[in-house]
């Protein structure tokens, strides 16, 4: 059974820092990953979604990796702002079983002005 | 715009009164899917549905009904709620054509069941 954890389960930076968000999975036979944001109280909002053959995507101050074989994706956030404060979740949908994503249980970020 | 709206965004209802949530995505997608998250749990697939007239049980249906009589709309069904079902729910959809899947989801229904 596939498990998804996300690690630091909170973290608190200053404005402008760089950051890694972690994400690691236990079953490496993965269709794709792909990161999203949530807002207190809000629906989840697509940020990256990286194919299983793909190493990395990118988005603006975004940047989020694969490595298939070791079970890990990594989300750089470049310069963060305060607005980038939210809870990050990460999602795998896999080869087999693809009809749902399997979560993670987020990083609340709070990024301080 | 793009999107999939779910309605009412928050409910607070008695255990036992049947309840309907309502999900429709403007994107044409095939596939649409319900999920809850609870606090320690993550979020959690409910049921879903690859097309019109075809649906699923996902991880944690008992409880829950639905049905998709059209491809833009999902409805979740809750006949006899409890209070194990107060919950936050999202709505999700994505395309099956062209094999990226990626998926979208709804604002979420805050659900309270007393």
């Known amino acids: 059974k596939q498990e998804v954890t996300q690690i630091p389960a909170a973290l608190s930076v200053p404005e402008g820092e760089n950051l890694v968000l972690n994400c690691s999975f236990t079953?490496?036979?993965?269709?794709?990953l792909q990161w999203f944001r949530q807002d207190p109280g809000k629906g989840l909002t697509s940020l990256l979604l990286?194919?299983?053959?793909?190493r990395e995507q990118t988005s603006g101050r975004l940047n989020a990796s694969l490595d298939k074989s070791s079970g890990r994706s990594t989300l750089y956030i470049a310069a963060s702002q305060p607005g980038d404060s939210a809870t990050y979740l990460c999602?795998?949908?896999?080869?087999?079983?693809?009809?749902?994503?399997?979560f993670g249980t987020g990083t609340r970020l709070l990024v301080s002005p | 715009e793009a999107q999939v709206t779910q309605n009412p965004r928050y409910l607070i209802t008695v255990t036992g009164k049947k309840l309907t949530v309502t999900c429709s995505q403007n994107?044409?997608?095939?596939?649409m899917s319900w999920y809850r998250q609870d606090p320690g749990l993550g979020l959690r697939q409910i049921y879903y549905?690859?097309?019109?007239?075809?649906?699923d049980k996902g991880d944690v249906p008992e409880g829950y009904k639905v049905s998709r009589k059209e491809k833009r709309n999902f409805p979740l069904i809750l006949e006899s709620p409890s209070p194990n079902q107060t919950s936050l729910y999202f709505c999700?959809?994505?395309?099956?054509?062209?094999?990226?899947?990626?998926?979208?989801f709804g604002p979420g229904t805050r659900l309270t069941v007393t």
């Open positions: 999602a795998v949908r896999m080869n087999t079983g693809f009809q749902k994503l399997v």
């Open positions: 999700a959809s994505c395309p099956l054509a062209g094999g990226t899947y990626e998926q979208y």
């Open positions: 079953d490496s036979a993965i269709y794709n």
């Open positions: 549905s690859m097309n019109v007239e075809v649906t």
């Open positions: 994107m044409n997608h095939e596939y």
């Open positions: 990286i194919q299983s053959s793909q």
